[in-house]
C-alpha cells in the first residue's frame, strides 16, 4: 500500500462545498489536498439547477467570497444569469453547468491547491478521537493519506461515518429521506411557444396559495433572466390518463438558460433510495435514467416547444438530496432557518428556500398515480450558520461542509440548496487551515479569528 505526503488540510468530494473548502483552506495557508472520485469537480452543482438564494428575499446578499468569485467568472463567459428577485424563492440566478466545471478546474489550479481525482475514499484510520489519515482507493490500488486535519464534502458524510463521528441519517425519528432525482439537460426547445403556452393555461403555471397574483404573471416571469418555473399539472395528468405517464410526481420544475434553446429539467423522482446503500443507488440510477427515457416522451409529445427537443446531458449520476447529517454542538433547526437567527459563532449565511420534496410516498396508496409534492418556503431574511454545525461531534479534526452539515431534516431542506453550500465549504476550508495553524483542536478553535479571516476573503457572515 502507497503512503502519499502527508497534508495539513485533505478534503474528501470535489462538489458544491468540497472545491470552495479546498480553495479557501489553500488560499488561508495550508498544504491542502482535495480528493474527488470523479475526473471532473463541482459535483451536483453541475448538473444545470438554477442558484436559489445567492440573496435572500429582502434581495440582501447571501453569498460572497469565493462562491461569488466563481459566479463573476462564469458571468464573464455568459455562463450565468443576473440574480434577481423571485417570489417564490427569494432569488434566483441561471447557469451554464459546463462553463461552471471547466471554471473550477481553472481556480484550484491558480490557488495552488493540490489536486488528486478518480480516487475514492475507502476509510479513516483513526487514534484517539483523531483521524491520522485515510485510506483511498484508484487506478494505482490503495493508498494512505495522512493529514492534520480533513474536511468532509462528500455530500452523504462518508469520512465522517467511517471515522465515528456522531451522525443521524434521514427524518429524526423515522430515518426517511428526501426522494432522488436525475437532472437533465434538454436541447432544441423552442422556449417562445412554452412561455406562450403558459400564458394562456394559468393552470399550468405554479402559483402558491395566496400568492400575490400580479407577482405570479407569466410574462414577468418570462421577462426575468434565468427564471424558471414549475407546474405543467395538467399536461402530466393529461398523459397519466392515457398511461402514458407514471413518474410519482405531480408537476415538471424547468430551468431556462436565456437565449439558448436550452432547459433544465427536474421531472424523475424514486422514493426510499438509501443513496449510502449501493443496491439503492443503482436502483435509483436505473429507474431515474429510464424516467429521463419516459420524461422525454413526455415532453415531445405533450409540452409545447419540446417537440423537436432531444437530451443534451444525463447526469453524471443520480441526485440525491438527503442521507447523513452529523451532529454537531449545535444543531440548525427550520426554526432558526425561518427566523433568519444570527449565532455569534456564525461562519455562512443561507437563504436557499426551505425546499422538502415529500418523504412519505414511499409507497404509493393503492389504486394511486400521484406522486409526492413539494413543501416550499422562501426565505426572507438569511440566516447565520454557526461554526459549531460544521464540526462534527466525536473526532478531534473533522469538519463538515455542504449537505451533512449539523441540521435538522427540515433545515437541511434549506442547508442543502447550492449557494449555502459553497458557502459553508468556504468556511470549513478557513477553519480547517486556521486549527493546523493554531495547532489546536476544533472544539478549541478561535471562532473571532475563523470570522475575521473569511470576511477579510469577502466571504458573507452577517446580514449586509
Ligand atoms: C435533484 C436535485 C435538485 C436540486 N435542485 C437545486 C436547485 O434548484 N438549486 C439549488 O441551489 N440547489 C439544488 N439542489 C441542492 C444542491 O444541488 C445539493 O444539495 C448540493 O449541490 C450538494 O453539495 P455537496 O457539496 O454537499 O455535495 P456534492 O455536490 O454531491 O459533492 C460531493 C462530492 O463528493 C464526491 N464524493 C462523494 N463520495 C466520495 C467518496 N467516498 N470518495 C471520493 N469522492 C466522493 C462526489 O463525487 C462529489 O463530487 C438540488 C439537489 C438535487 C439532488
New binding site residues.
Given amino acids: 500500500m502507497r503512503l502519499r505526503q502527508a497534508y495539513d488540510v485533505v478534503v ?7 472545491v470552495f473548502a479546498g480553495i479557501a483552506a489553500a488560499r488561508t495557508g495550508a498544504k491542502t489536498l482535495l ?4 475526473g471532473s469537480l463541482g ?3 453541475t448538473l444545470g ?5 445567492v440573496n435572500d428575499g429582502e434581495g440582501r446578499k447571501a453569498l460572497g467570497g469565493i462562491g461569488e468569485e466563481l459566479i463573476a467568472r462564469v458571468r464573464r463567459m455568459d455562463g450565468a444569469t443576473e440574480v434577481v428577485d423571485h417570489p417564490r424563492h427569494g432569488s434566483i440566478m441561471g447557469q451554464d453547468p459546463e462553463a461552471i466545471k471547466l471554471t473550477l478546474i481553472q481556480m484550484v489550479q491558480e490557488s495552488g491547491l493540490d489536486l488528486l481525482l478518480h ?3 475507502v476509510d479513516a484510520l483513526t487514534d484517539r478521537g483523531a483521524i491520522q489519515g485515510i485510506r483511498v482507493a484508484n487506478k494505482a490500488g490503495l493508498e494512505i493519506i495522512p493529514a492534520k486535519c480533513f474536511v468532509d ?4 458524510a ?1 469520512l465522517a461515518a467511517q471515522a465515528g463521528a456522531s451522525f443521524v441519517h434521514g427524518r429524526e425519528g423515522d430515518g426517511l429521506v428526501q426522494p432522488v ?1 436525475a ?1 437533465f439537460r434538454v436541447g432544441g426547445v423552442d422556449l417562445d411557444k412554452t412561455w406562450e403556452y403558459l400564458e394562456h393555461h394559468p393552470e399550468d403555471f405554479e402559483t402558491p396559495p395566496g400568492a400575490d397574483s400580479d407577482e405570479y404573471s407569466v410574462a414577468k416571469f418570462r421577462a426575468k433572466p434565468g427564471v424558471g418555473v414549475a407546474g405543467f399539472r395538467s399536461l402530466i395528468r393529461q398523459a397519466r390518463e392515457a398511461g402514458e405517464y407514471d413518474i410519482p410526481r405531480e408537476d415538471m420544475g424547468f430551468n431556462p438558460m436565456p437565449g439558448r434553446q436550452e432547459v433544465t429539467i ?1 421531472i424523475t423522482r424514486v422514493h426510499g433510495i438509501d443513496g449510502t446503500n449501493p443496491d439503492d443507488l443503482t436502483r435509483a440510477e436505473i429507474e431515474t435514467q429510464l424516467q429521463v427515457l419516459q420524461g422525454m416522451r413526455f415532453l415531445r409529445k405533450y409540452v409545447p416547444g419540446f417537440a423537436r427537443s432531444y437530451v443534451v446531458s444525463s447526469p453524471f449520476q443520480v ?3 438527503e442521507t447523513r447529517h452529523v451532529q454537531g454542538e449545535y444543531v440548525l433547526t427550520a426554526e432558526d432557518v425561518m427566523a433568519g437567527r444570527d449565532f455569534p459563532d456564525q461562519v455562512a449565511r443561507g437563504a ?1 428556500p426551505l425546499d422538502i420534496h415529500d418523504v412519505g410516498r414511499n409507497v404509493p396508496p393503492e389504486g394511486s398515480v400521484e406522486g409526492g409534492g413539494t413543501d416550499l418556503s422562501k426565505i426572507t431574511r438569511s440566516y447565520g450558520i454557526p461554526a459549531r454545525c460544521l464540526i462534527a461531534n466525536g473526532t478531534a479534526n473533522l469538519v463538515v461542509a ?2 451533512p452539515i449539523s441540521a435538522t431534516h427540515a433545515a437541511a431542506g434549506s442547508a ?4 449555502v ?1 459553497m458557502a459553508t ?1 468556504h468556511a470549513a476550508g478557513v477553519i480547517a487551515a486556521l486549527s493546523v495553524a493554531q495547532r489546536r483542536p476544533l472544539q478549541l478553535l478561535d471562532v473571532v479569528e475563523a470570522q475575521s479571516v473569511l470576511r477579510a476573503q469577502n466571504a458573507v457572515i452577517e446580514r449586509t
Avoid: F, H
Wanted: some cysteine.
Fill in positions: 474528501v468530494g470535489g462538489g458544491t462545498a468540497g480528493v474527488e472520485q470523479y459535483g451536483v452543482l439547477m438554477s442558484l436559489k438564494g480516487t475514492y475514499l464534502c462528500t455530500g452523504d462518508d432525482s437532472i427536474n441526485g440525491i438530496r436557499y455542504g449537505r442543502r440548496g447550492q449557494p453550500c465549504g
